[in-house]
Each structure stands twice: as C-alpha cells, then as structure tokens.
C-alpha cells in the first residue's frame, strides 16, 4: 500500500508540474498541448480523490503494522499507468506525426526555391527530365526517351549541393550524349540508349554520387528504402526485382509536376506542365508563360510509391530516384491525369500491379504520400500546400496545367 500511495504521490506531482505547464501552451498551443494538458488535470483529479476519499484512511489506519504491498495493489498501478499511457500515446503519435509533415513541407519548399533560383540565374526553368528531344523518329519511339537526368540533379548546385553536381556532371554527361544523338541517323537516334543505360553496360555500376543521400529529398514519413533495392515486395507479388540498371541510386519521394490531361480533360497527359520530359517541351519553360498564376500551378509534388509492371513476371522500373529515369520518366514526374488520383484513390497505401488481364487500378503518374489524407504539394509561387486526397479531380487536373484559363474551384 506504501509503493500505491508513493505512485499516486508521484503522480499527483507530475501532473501538477505538467498541468502548470500544458495550461501556458494550452491556451494557444496546438490539439496536442491541450489534449496533454486535460489528461493531466484529470490524472490530478483522479489522484486526489484516491487519496482522500478511498485510501488515505486505510493508510492511516495500517501504516505502522503493513510493510508490504499486496498483489492487487501492484496491478491497480499497473493498469492505471497503462491506461496513462493508452491515452497518451495517440497524441504523441499524432503529434510527431504532424512534425513530420511539417519538415516534409520545409523540403519541398527547399526544391521549390532551388528551381527559383535556376530560373533567375540561367531566365529558363529546368527541364523535368533530360531526356530524347523527338516523341517519335520515322515512326518509332526512341529507346531513351523515358530515360534521363531530372530536374533535381541539375538543381543540385541551387540547393547547397554544388561538390555533389562537380562529381556527377549531369549537364555535361547530358549534352555529350545529346551532340551524339543528334549527329547520328534515324535508325541510330532510335537505337541509341540513354546516359545510365550506357554507363551502365560500360561499367557496371551506377554513376559516380548517385547513391548519395540528399535529406530534402526524402519525405521523413516515407517507407521507402535509401536506395534502390535488387528486390522489393508488392502485395501479392513478394520479391519483384528491379531493373538493374535502377539498383543502387538514391531514392527521393519528390517528382516535378508534367502536365495534365488537358483543360477539357480530353487528353491523355497533356504537354502543358511546368517540368516536362525534352520531347515535350522542345525548349524550356519560364515563369511568364505560366500563365494561370504562379500560385495556381503545381511544380512539384510528393510522389512515394512503386508501382508494378504489365504483369507479374515484369521487372520494377518505376522506383523513384532522385538522379532521374533510368527506365521511365515516372521515376521523376507526376500527372493530373483523371486516373492518377492522389494516394491512389480507394487503393491509397498500397502498390498498382497490372496482372495483365486489364486491372490496372490507377495511372503510374499519381502523387502518394504516406500523410493520412493527402500529400504536400508545392506551387510555383513558392508556397506549398497539403492537398486532400478528396480534392475534385477536374481542379487537380486544372492545378498541373500552367496555361488552361481554368478556374479552380477550392482546394
């Protein structure tokens, strides 16, 4: 009974202590400060009343012949504490959970300044991926054009990255196999495989710093390994292999915003983007062409997922790396495509699989975060906003378009 009245003793003093303090933060602080601050002047009340009601007399009573106390009393304090704890815990969680989403919106902001400060320095803003200029080439697609430095490597020297960029030489890797590509003949510019394709059948390896962490790349709440793994799980589909030419580069959870299906949304990923793939936008864009507004216009969006191949037996291409595509621009890009819902819509928190028999739940353009109802966009204004995964798919469409007229409703 001494250890319960020393429990409560503790107790009552901490919720003293804590209720002082929750009652400076409550008054302005945030959901969590005040739930603490309630629960601790709940557990005072409780405590006192224990004490004087039901068991100071019973203390007082046997404290000089009992010197020990009993099995009960012990789970009386266990449980109580639990049930402390049960209480707390879901604050806590939401609360770190909220510091998360918070650092996550200081990153993307970081990326977002870093496109502003290219865009100052060279009057042009970065290509989304620096990839093959032609969509076709005597009919066919070329092998590169889904594959290519992104928009974040170039902006590496704009975000405090500069040492990292003087190993890697995106810009100089890139135009050495652009004067090739464009030197060669049609049946060459359709053979000719992109700047990791080659590298790699050259060496084996993946190039030189691409295996770099960078933290504001990465989302906090992300599940997704540092690197690109030989194998990853999807459900259904245990140990799906990547392509091995995407093993081993460092992933981001952040992808440039390409366009949308159009302003009538009649198109299938219309070419009106603010950070779009070479063959789509033949020269780059500026600030004044966006003409919807600034603050009206996505530039880059949380895109954190992996999404499967045609079929089971398909490698994974997809995995997002912060370097750019070695297989597809999806790895560096998102859409406002109509099937490409943030969070995968009624397939939030899992994995797009194409079994091949047509059920392809959504696009693999979507943005997708691991936040609990939506994901953190940022705009061209420099501002970024958490965006319900609830929002009207015509305004979300709207949003990746820089040039549609269209008014957006709320979001």
């Not at 902001?109 to 865009?119: A, P, S, W």
Request: charge should be negative; glycine fraction near 12%; charged fraction near 20%.
């Amino acid at each position: 009974m001494r250890v319960l009245k020393k429990a409560l003793d503790f107790m009552l003093c901490a919720a003293g202590s804590s209720g002082g303090g929750g009652g400076a933060s409550g008054g302005g602080g945030d959901g969590s400060g005040r739930l603490a601050f309630w629960l601790c002047r709940i557990l005072r009340g409780i405590a006192r009343f224990l004490n004087t009601f039901l068991l100071f007399p019973f203390w007082k009573k046997t404290s000089f012949v009992r010197r020990a106390f009993t099995l009960v009393e012990l789970l009386v304090v266990i449980a109580v504490i639990g049930v402390l704890i049960s209480l707390l815990l879901p604050a806590v969680q939401a609360a770190r959970e909220a510091a998360r989403r918070m650092q996550c919106t200081n990153h993307i902001k970081q990326i977002v300044l870093g496109v502003h400060n290219f865009e100052s320095a060279r009057n042009e803003m970065p290509l989304g991926m620096y990839s093959a200029p032609d969509a076709e080439v005597g009919g066919s697609e070329p092998a590169a054009l889904d594959e290519g430095f992104s928009f974040l490597a170039m902006l590496l020297p704009y975000v405090e990255q500069a040492p990292l960029y003087d190993q890697l030489r995106p810009g100089e890797r890139y135009q050495t196999w652009l004067k090739a590509y464009q030197s060669s003949n049609d049946a060459g510019k359709i053979a000719m495989k992109g700047v990791f394709t080659q590298h790699h059948d050259a060496e084996g390896t993946i190039m030189p710093g691409g295996d770099a962490v960078i933290s504001y790349f990465r989302c906090p709440s992300s599940i997704l390994p540092s690197h690109a793994p030989a194998s990853f799980d999807l459900p259904g589909y245990e140990n799906r292999a990547l392509e091995t030419n995407i093993v081993g580069y460092a992933t981001s959870d952040y992808k440039g915003c390409g366009g949308s299906d159009g302003p009538e949304m009649d198109e299938v990923g219309g070419d009106n983007g603010v950070l779009m793939k070479q063959a789509e936008s033949k020269s780059p864009i500026r600030f004044s062409q966006i003409t919807d507004g600034l603050s009206n216009t996505f530039m880059i969006g949380e895109s954190s997922y992996v999404p499967g191949g045609k079929k089971a037996s398909d490698n994974i291409n997809d995995y997002p790396t912060w370097i750019g595509g070695q297989y597809n621009d999806e790895q560096v890009r998102i859409t406002g495509e109509i099937v490409a819902v943030i969070n995968l819509g009624p397939y939030k928190k899992t994995w797009w699989v194409d079994d091949g028999a047509g059920k392809n739940a959504v696009s693999d353009d979507a943005a997708y975060s691991q936040h609990v109802g939506g994901a953190n966009f940022g705009l061209c204004d420099g501002s970024v906003r958490f965006v319900s995964e609830n929002i009207s798919q015509s305004t979300y469409n709207w949003l990746h378009g820089r040039d549609d007229g269209k008014p957006l409703g709320s979001f």
